[in-house]
């Protein structure tokens, strides 16, 4: 089975979620609402999650 990596980039209310469409090659860009995550992820094909948390810095 090959999976697809999704990017997942974790912020206050809106999560981004990024991958490339295995079938067209497309980048896909997906925000989705912080409530959502867990039914998009157990509606979808088993995939390789790689989570980002960036922090902005104070100064």
Known sequence: MKLTTVG???AKNVIQLHWVDPDT????????????????F???TPCLNEMNASHPVSQ
């Open 42 to 44: 157990v509606n979808r």
């Open 8 to 10: 997942v980039d974790i």
């Open 25 to 40: 090659g497309e980048i896909v860009n997906k925000p989705i609402k912080r409530a959502a995550v867990l039914e998009h």
